[in-house]
């Protein structure tokens, strides 16, 4: 099994078989430790299948098929979506489902919305509560050519 798969075709023109190429990738590519995918789909692509078990999951630039259904199907502590475009409702019940016990090894989730996609509050449904848990963050930064790496403890922080 490989440790890590690193796909950034990122052509500058419209593949046809961008498509074929993406969903290939994604049934095909066994690894433990990263998948990072970062290459132009068609606003039309879909991805019904299962991914992972994995460590960290990148889907960056194009992440704007990846559904609710896809997020309950990934097996991945880390999961990173660029450019989604999950509605609220959507991202509710993701959370419920997560809540409830489902995507176990789920420990951090970060996604980034293609703009205007909330225009009110998505978490009215859900409880969020003070936490005396205390855990690191890590974060690198690219800025002025210069990675910047940062570790940083966040006690007594908000958590649904």
């Given amino acids: 099994?490989?440790?890590?798969?690193?796909?950034?075709?990122k052509s500058t023109y419209k593949n046809s078989n961008?498509?074929?190429?993406?969903?290939?990738?994604?049934?095909?590519?066994?690894v433990s430790r990263y998948c990072i995918i970062d290459d132009y789909v068609s606003d039309d692509f879909k991805f019904n299948g299962e991914l992972g078990p994995m460590k960290q999951l990148w889907i960056r630039s194009y992440g704007h098929w990846v559904t609710c259904?896809?997020?309950?199907?990934?097996d991945c502590?880390?999961?990173?979506?660029?450019?989604?475009?999950l509605s609220?409702?959507?991202?509710?019940?993701?959370?419920?489902?997560?809540?409830?016990?489902?995507?176990?090894?789920l420990e951090w989730l970060q996604l980034n919305f293609e703009k205007h996609t909330f225009?009110?509050?998505?978490d009215e449904d859900l409880k969020v509560l003070l936490t005396d848990e205390e855990r690191e963050c890590f974060a690198?930064?690219?800025m002025d050519g210069n990675l910047y790496f940062?570790?940083?403890?966040?006690?007594?922080a908000w958590t649904v």
Wanted: glycine share 2%.
């Fill in 88 to 105: 609220i409702s959507d991202l509710s019940s993701f959370l419920r489902h997560w809540r409830a016990g489902g995507s176990t090894c």
């Fill in 77 to 85: 502590c880390y999961i990173l979506i660029e450019r989604s475009r």
């Fill in 150 to 156: 940062m570790v940083a403890t966040v006690s007594n």
């Fill in 119 to 122: 225009q009110k509050w998505f």
């Fill in 18 to 30: 961008a498509d074929e190429t993406v969903d290939y990738v994604l049934r095909n590519t066994r």
């Fill in 69 to 74: 259904d896809n997020l309950m199907n990934f």
């Fill in 1 to 9: 099994m490989l440790e890590c798969f690193d796909w950034q075709k």
């Fill in 140 to 142: 690198a930064l690219l």
